[in-house]
């Protein structure tokens, strides 16, 4: 149990274009996704919190007009990277939260290479 | 925010020797969790903490929720070629909402044959 799925593995597009990732519990629902950033050799970077049926909450410094989720039903959250450029590419991962009553244990899935040329 | 201090940053071992691996944040945490991430793919879960002393056990893994709630450590015993990879701490202090999670900056283990 506990398997988060992640949609594609890896992308390369142009400069300017828009690419969607989605994230999918397999197994389980999740009325809470988490999506993250990770470059080379760091630590991951929560992004933001993606909560089913209502809007996303953003960390500090993350443009939500740039990156746009959208948490539509309880085991499928999706990022859309609106007009990457090459600075966004970076490893994306998302996370879901198995289980109720105050559970932080969070799945990941296997993450998407994003490289923006 | 919130930040972990996991140490060491990297360890260089031979294969059948013992491992252990810390961090401390500077506030009480509710819950700690210890992930490991292979190259190229999303963390994967090892072991989870949710009261303060606990000892939990994962095969050759144990983990252990600090006293203070301020600190955990992961030890591996007998170390194997297929532990390499990085190791991340994680955990939420009692003013984060639910699920909210801070990370360590890793652990990189190599393990040599």
């Known amino acids: 149990g506990a398997v988060v799925s992640q949609h594609p593995s890896r992308v390369i597009c142009k400069s300017g274009t828009s690419v969607k990732i989605e994230c999918r519990s397999l197994?389980?629902?999740?009325?809470?996704m988490f999506w993250y950033r990770q470059f080379p050799k760091q630590s991951l970077m929560l992004m933001a919190t993606s909560n089913e049926g209502s809007k996303a909450t953003y960390e500090q410094g993350v443009e939500k007009d740039k990156f746009l989720i959208n948490h539509a039903s309880l085991t499928l959250s999706t990022l859309t990277v609106t007009s990457a450029h090459p600075e966004d590419s970076s490893f994306y991962i998302c996370?879901?939260?198995?289980?109720?009553?105050?559970?932080?244990?969070?799945?990941f899935g296997p993450g998407t290479r994003l490289t923006v040329l | 925010g919130q930040q972990l201090n996991q140490s060491p940053q990297s360890m260089f071992i031979q294969e059948g020797e013992d491992v252990s691996m810390n961090c401390t944040s500077s506030?009480?945490?509710?819950?700690w969790l210890w992930y490991k991430q292979d190259p190229g793919e999303g963390p994967v879960l090892l072991i989870a903490?949710?009261?303060?002393?606990e000892l939990t056990s994962n095969g050759r893994l144990t983990a252990q929720f600090g006293i203070t709630r301020k600190d955990s450590f992961l030890n591996i015993s007998a170390s194997i070629p297929s532990d390499v990879g990085i190791y991340f701490c994680?955990?939420?202090?009692?003013?984060?909402?639910?699920?909210?999670?801070?990370f360590g900056r890793g652990t990189q283990l190599t393990v040599w044959p």
């Open positions: 903490l949710y009261k303060a002393g």
């Open positions: 197994d389980f629902q999740a009325t809470t």
């Open positions: 994680a955990g939420r202090d009692r003013g984060s909402t639910l699920g909210r999670l801070y």
């Open positions: 996370s879901a939260i198995l289980g109720t009553g105050g559970s932080d244990t969070q799945y």
């Open positions: 506030s009480i945490f509710n819950t």
